[in-house]
């Protein structure tokens, strides 16, 4: 089981405490860092320093870090013009090294587009669905060659398609609980199927919807790596546990039922039930990003344990 490291810095953290966390990620070994792309906070409190840009965020990392993959979860749909974001992902990657990589959404929190004077449009899986087709086209077309694409909302004339990523083939994330549209669009352009904050349980129906999506496409259903996002909550003892739950304002009862939240020995036990239910990388979601202990210790008695 692979685990990641996923923040959400629009809940308060600045480019530096990112830093911070993404250094000792590496430090620890994770494989990745990984961030979410909003503007705006959620929930109670005043969000200061105020929100850091998610691709910014990452080219800074990519010259500030040497092993560890980078990328997002996921990076809105409507922030970002398809073509525009090809030329800044393939950027980023090849100031990387190539390690990055795109987990894409339909774009959804409508109060932040409307703080900052962002359009906010409908039929954004309709729009997501030609936004990936814009920027695997454009990745995929040969040097030298063109790329034109004719869609209802985007339409892309003459195109060098440049510049091209490092990697091959830059993994692509496509993820979420829509029983249809969603497992088509991964089983399509995806590397990659990912779930937030689901139940083993639901985990396992979802996962299975988008198998069987790959392969009415002939692709194989294992092509793709099936993930889930949680929040992390782990202690040494019932009473660390309970300080960081009380740290970033949730229950312990309530984090166990919905998270990886306990002793490392009740979060192995419980990352072998998405195991079970065919989940291979979780992203582990970190809420309070000035507590660098609780990624040493869920390196050292979690994570050692499922190597």
Not at 63 to 88: C, D, K
Not at 213 to 242: H, T
């Amino acid at each position: 089981m692979d685990l990641r490291i996923f923040t959400e810095p629009q809940q308060g953290a600045s480019y530096d405490t990112l830093l911070r966390v993404a250094q000792a990620a590496e430090q620890l070994d994770y494989n990745a860092f990984f961030r979410s792309d909003h503007y705006l906070r959620m929930g109670d409190g005043d969000g200061l320093p105020g929100p850091t840009d998610a691709w910014i965020t990452l080219a800074g990392l990519a010259r500030e870090t040497s092993r560890i993959r980078l990328g997002t979860l996921m990076t809105a749909g409507t922030f970002r013009l398809p073509g525009v974001l090809a030329i800044q992902v393939a950027q980023v990657d090849a100031m990387s090294g190539g390690r990055v990589e795109l987990g894409l959404g339909a774009g959804w929190f409508a109060q932040e587009h409307a703080a900052y004077g962002i359009p906010f449009p409908g039929h954004r899986i309709d729009r997501l669905e030609e936004q990936l087709a814009v920027i695997t086209g454009l990745w995929e077309t040969k040097v030298g060659e063109r790329f034109d694409f004719a869609g209802t909302y985007y339409q892309l004339t003459d195109s060098p398609a440049l510049p091209k990523p490092v990697q091959q083939r830059i993994p692509v994330l496509v993820g979420g609980t829509g029983p249809t549209r969603t497992p088509a669009l991964a089983a399509r352009y995806a590397s990659e199927f990912n779930l937030p904050f689901t139940s083993p349980e639901q985990s396992r129906e979802a996962f299975a919807r988008t198998r069987a999506a790959a392969e009415e496409r002939g692709r194989p259903g294992d092509d793709l790596v099936y993930s889930n996002v949680l929040v992390a909550c782990v202690g040494s003892d019932d009473a660390q546990v309970a300080r960081r739950a009380a740290a970033i304002g949730r229950e312990v009862e309530e984090l166990k039922a919905n998270g990886l939240a306990g002793s490392p020995a009740e979060v192995v036990e419980k990352i072998g039930r998405y195991r079970e239910a065919g989940s291979r990388r979780i992203y582990l979601q970190i809420l309070d990003l000035d507590d660098l202990d609780h990624l040493e210790l869920i390196a050292d008695q979690v994570k050692s344990q499922l190597d």
